[in-house]
């Protein structure tokens, strides 16, 4: 116990020495980038400080109460996202951190359902995966976006499925995972369905089709699910957009105007029946309340 604790402070003690000799080095910079290269020895240790401050500072129980302390949770996501952007993704190899109690989708899982629903109080949002675990919180293609990101850096490919319905209700987004040539999906919702899917189906239109029966209004119990796209590949978009501070508007558009397969015939629409009163009582359970 006592070496862990020496260690740790040994690690802080040179983290802020290396720390201030590097802030110098740029708030003087003819005196401080000269002592830099006369004393050769620190200065290959320079690099290291960004190495030090991802691994004990950014990431650590410290960083998180820093960037957690401020009541904004804008700033605070703001920050956060700042952070990774310009400190942790410069390291290589560093950002497997960033998800590393993310590693399953059931794991996925549990930590958005432990998180508030984002009501956007504040205005819509679109944050990405980094702004989301400092803000704490996410609505559903948010959810979905983080989930993807985690996915991604456990080897899978960062799949989005969008469900789309009529003009009178809201569309979902999920994140598809495969298990043994199943499919599974990952939700973020403030309700009793619309939530997470095992992976137990063959196709894409399986899963999709396993949500129609409870997607419907609570105030009416009309069902509004009338399709669902392709699996959305999120590296289309490249790699920024896990840690980016602004909103990813651009990848909500792609969803949104994704192509739609639809599963409802036309000529059917009129034998829907609507979902009973006990349905849309338990549809009606949130979640996290505002």
């Not at 950014?58 to 703001?78: E, V």
């Not at 993704?89 to 960033?98: A, D």
């Not at 040539?181 to 009793?192: D, L, P, R, V």
Request: proline letters at 4%; a positive charge.
């Amino acid at each position: 116990m006592v070496r862990k604790l020496f260690t740790h402070y040994y690690r802080y003690s040179l983290l802020c020495i290396l720390s201030v000799v590097w802030v110098w080095s740029l708030w003087e910079p003819n005196n401080g980038m000269n002592w830099l290269l006369e004393n050769k020895v620190v200065f290959l240790c320079t690099p290291i400080v960004y190495a030090l401050i991802v691994r004990y500072i950014t990431f650590s129980k410290i960083s998180l109460t820093l960037t957690t302390s401020y009541k904004n949770p804008h700033l605070r996501g703001f920050l956060y996202a700042t952070i990774l952007d310009s400190v942790y993704l410069k390291v290589p190899g560093c950002m497997t951190n960033l998800f590393s109690k993310l590693t399953t989708p059931q794991k996925i899982q549990d930590y958005l359902d432990s998180i508030p629903f984002n009501y956007e109080k504040d205005g819509e949002t679109c944050m990405s995966p980094a702004r989301v675990l400092g803000e704490k919180k996410a609505h559903c293609i948010e959810g979905a976006m983080l989930a993807a990101a985690a996915l991604m850096h456990v080897g899978e490919k960062p799949l989005i499925l969008s469900l789309k319905v009529r003009n009178d209700d809201f569309d979902h987004v999920v994140a598809l995972f495969k298990r043994n040539g199943y499919w599974g999906a990952i939700s973020k919702t403030n309700h009793a369905v619309l939530r997470y899917r095992d992976p137990v189906y063959a196709t894409i239109r399986e899963l999709a089709m396993s949500y129609f029966h409870e997607y419907f209004l609570t105030t009416n119990g009309e069902k509004t699910l009338r399709g669902y796209s392709r699996p959305i590949n999120l590296n289309r978009f490249g790699k920024d957009w896990v840690h980016a501070s602004h909103d990813l508007w651009d990848i909500a558009e792609t969803i949104f105007d994704a192509n739609h397969i639809a599963i409802v015939p036309p000529s059917n629409k009129r034998y829907l029946r609507n979902a009973s009163r006990v349905e849309r009582q338990a549809a009606s359970i949130k979640d996290w309340d505002i």
